[in-house]
């Protein structure tokens, strides 16, 4: 587990915890560090990021107990509406899989949740996938379905603990997602934007146009600009908690 702090204190009650992507079989990145250190230096918050445990020597049962308790030492700590939970690909997955599971568990949930490129389905059934398969040159759905299956151990990829897009979404408090126009995993997560606003949840949506899977963790126009999206939020949070 990595904890991660200013080098000068800022007076920020605002923590963030972090999943990291890598579909469930492999760990950060140099690109997550580089987010991380942004998010570091944009927002005084302090962030906290666990290299859970991973397929295929490990399944979600081994991941969701670290990073239970994890959550739970956090929010003993930290007041839960200064919490950011906050996750990239698979890890955007994980973190609204937690959400959920916390929620049935009548736990605090934490002031936001931040899904970037979030996966939702690991059995990627969506039908609109087709049509992006060609467009996204980083996901490639078999494989996907591969590490899906061994990060699952033997339970139905239909769990939402696996496939949250499954897993409620009332009540979770504030979700913001972001989204490539040209990852397959967009297909869910207009899904997910279309099931929350059928039933009047709290998520805000923002899809950028052509872009790829992971964008947001590189260096493109487009990528600086979610950044920023992403530092003013948190922000607007942390302001919205001192008052």
């Known amino acids: 587990m990595f904890t991660l702090q200013p080098a000068r204190a800022t007076g920020s009650r605002t923590h963030i915890l972090y999943l990291h992507g890598g579909a469930y079989v492999q760990s950060f990145t140099l690109p997550h560090w580089y987010f991380l250190s942004g998010l570091l230096k ?4 302090g962030i906290t990021a666990p290299d859970y445990p991973l397929a295929p020597q490990h399944t979600y ?4 107990a670290m990073v239970e308790s994890l959550y739970k030492q956090l929010i003993s700590v930290h007041d839960p509406s200064s919490l950011v939970l906050m996750g990239d690909s698979a890890g955007g997955g ?13 736990m605090p949930m934490p002031g936001r949740i931040i899904l970037l490129s979030p996966w939702l389905d690991i059995a990627l ?15 490639g759905r078999e494989s996907l379905r591969q590490a899906g299956k061994l990060y699952a151990g033997g339970t139905s990829p239909d769990h939402y603990l696996l496939s949250p897009i499954n897993g409620p979404l009332k009540d979770l408090g504030s979700i913001t997602v972001f989204a490539g126009s040209h990852e397959i995993l967009s297909a869910d997560t207009r899904k997910l934007k279309a099931m929350a606003e059928s039933i009047g949840a709290d998520l805000d949506y923002y899809e950028y146009a ?8 590189l260096h493109f126009p487009e990528s600086q600009q979610a950044k920023q999206q992403i530092i ?9 908690n001192q008052k």
Do not use: C, S, Y
């Open 125 to 139: 059934e969506n039908p609109a996938i087709k049509a992006l398969d060609n467009k996204d040159p980083f996901l």
């Open 232 to 240: 003013d939020l948190i922000l607007k949070m942390e302001d919205r």
């Open 94 to 106: 994980f973190a609204l899989a937690l959400a959920q599971k916390m929620k049935n568990d009548h």
């Open 210 to 217: 052509d872009m790829i899977h992971g964008w947001i963790l």
């Open 42 to 45: 944009g927002t005084g918050a």
């Open 61 to 64: 049962r081994e991941a969701f």
